[in-house]
């Protein structure tokens, strides 16, 4: 496993997938805007998509994952260095009322032009500011274990949690100094 860095101020990380050609964060941009990618998804999930979202246009689910995309591309690609990252993710069990060591994390838009968006970027969060992505999805369900593809991503999410732990990863310091050492 390898890590991105995705803004310069070494705020933000992304897991680079061994046998992935690229990492988490680009790959999941690439999929949610990729108009052949999202068809086959919404057609194989058009009762998720209707039951909750009550959207039985697979083109307008379509438009709307990209449009939403674009601008949570433009949220996390134009984070400036006094953004407070913390707004943008929240954590992972939205009953969780306080941190743990190298917590789940979640990131969504907030701004409902339509519907709540039903897409998400997750991370582990190493403190208070600091982040690494570890995967994204389409939620179209109540919770993440209903679906094979988003339980996918919570098991994507141990996997990097339970290599930064045994690595000793537990905080920034601790994760620039393994990132030097590679180098």
């Known amino acids: 496993m390898e890590f991105s860095i995705i803004t310069?101020?070494?705020?933000?990380?992304?897991?680079?997938?061994?046998?992935?050609?690229?990492?988490?964060?680009?790959?999941?941009?690439?999929?949610?805007?990729?108009?052949?990618?999202?068809?086959?998804?919404?057609?194989?999930?058009?009762?998720?998509?209707?039951?909750?979202?009550?959207?039985?246009?697979?083109?307008?689910?379509?438009y709307d994952t990209i449009d939403d995309s674009e601008r949570?591309?433009?949220?996390?690609?134009?984070?400036?260095?006094d953004a407070d990252l913390d707004k943008l993710f929240r954590p992972l069990e939205n009953s969780r009322s306080s941190d743990m060591l190298l917590s789940k994390e979640k990131a969504r838009l907030k701004e409902y032009h339509k519907h709540a968006s039903w897409l998400r970027i997750y991370a582990i969060k190493l403190e208070p500011g600091i982040y690494v992505i570890t995967g994204g999805a389409i939620k179209l369900?109540?919770?993440?274990?209903?679906?094979?593809?988003?339980?996918?991503?919570?098991?994507?999410?141990?996997?990097v949690r339970r290599f930064l732990l045994e690595n000793n990863i537990i905080d920034k310091d601790a994760f620039t100094d393994y990132m030097s050492e590679l180098s």
């Open 8 to 62: 310069e101020d070494e705020r933000l990380w992304a897991a680079k997938y061994d046998g992935e050609a690229d990492n988490a964060l680009d790959t999941l941009f690439e999929q949610w805007n990729d108009v052949v990618w999202l068809r086959d998804f919404f057609k194989a999930n058009i009762d998720d998509l209707t039951s909750y979202f009550k959207i039985t246009d697979v083109n307008q689910a379509i």
């Open 72 to 81: 949570l591309q433009c949220l996390i690609m134009d984070i400036s260095p």
């Open 141 to 159: 369900t109540r919770t993440m274990q209903e679906r094979e593809h988003t339980l996918h991503e919570l098991e994507k999410m141990e996997k």
